[in-house]
Antibody
Framework: QVQLVQSGAEVKKPGASVKVSCKAS????????MHWVRQAPGQGLEWMGI????????SYAQKFQGRVTMTRDTSTSTVYMELSSLRSEDTAVYYC????????????WGQGTLVTVSS | DIQMTQSPSAMSASVGDRVTITCRAS??????LAWFQQKPGKVPKRLIY???SLQSGVPSRFSGSGSGTEFTLTISSLQPEDFATYYC??????????FGGGTKVEIK
């Protein structure tokens, strides 16, 4: 069965960087793009970007351009999302979500990683 | 960028009520719209895709309609397990996605 298992919660200071991992299993890793979506406490869902695990190409939301980097390691079927220059407004749960190629929307989601930015 | 405006942002309803949630796109998106349900502490779950197609396993009391810029999600008879937050999602601007602001459905 498809599983996306994310890394554990993080606490970071303003100005620092955080790198969240998402390990995929149960399907051919390189056949499915992966989105990253975040959700601030009590707020809605916000799309951050997408990565093609096959070639590594990425597309980022304009809001995060220059601060976010998405990478992948095909040997471990893992995608990573690194966000730099953290500020308090980046406190959120970060999700990876697999792109359903047929329906062009996320189908499977990771469990979420809480990133807290606090001095 | 395409903006998605969802209304209402919150509502109170009783079990058995018919509930309608609206999502409006800032420009035409054909039928590239999905609806998701999210319960507290859980990941979003897809209910509807292509504006009106019911995801396998989702109860038939959920339905979606619309095309272009105006879309609706209807729950024909609200059940206790339906109290949650609902989000629309446009994917016309693939690979970029835009979520609506969400509608929290609470118990009256």
């Amino acid at each position: 069965q498809v599983q996306l298992v994310q890394s554990g919660a993080e606490v970071k200071k303003p100005g620092a960087s955080v790198k969240v991992s998402c390990k995929a299993s149960g399907y051919t890793f390189t056949n499915y793009y992966m989105h990253w979506v975040r959700q601030a406490p009590g707020q809605g869902l916000e799309w951050m970007g997408i990565i093609n695990p096959s070639g590594g190409s990425t597309s980022y939301a304009q809001k995060f351009q220059g601060r976010v980097t998405m990478t992948r390691d095909t040997s471990t079927s893992t995608v990573y999302m690194e966000l730099s220059s953290l500020r308090s407004e980046d406190t959120a749960v970060y999700y990876c979500a697999r792109l359903d190629l047929l329906l062009a929307t996320p189908d499977y989601w990771g469990q979420g990683t809480l990133v807290t930015v606090s001095s | 960028d395409i903006q998605m405006t969802q209304s209402p942002s919150a509502m109170s309803a009783s079990v058995g009520d018919r509930v309608t949630i609206t999502c409006r796109a800032s420009q035409g998106i054909s039928n590239y719209l999905a609806w998701f349900q999210q319960k507290p502490g859980k990941v979003p779950k897809r209910l509807i895709y292509a504006a009106s197609s019911l995801q396998s396993g989702v109860p038939s009391r959920f339905s979606g309609s619309g095309s272009g810029t105006e879309f609706t999600l209807t729950i024909s008879s609200l059940q206790p397990e339906d109290f949650a937050t609902y989000y629309c999602l446009q994917h016309n601007s693939y690979p970029a996605l835009t979520f609506g602001g969400g509608t929290k459905v609470e118990i009256k």
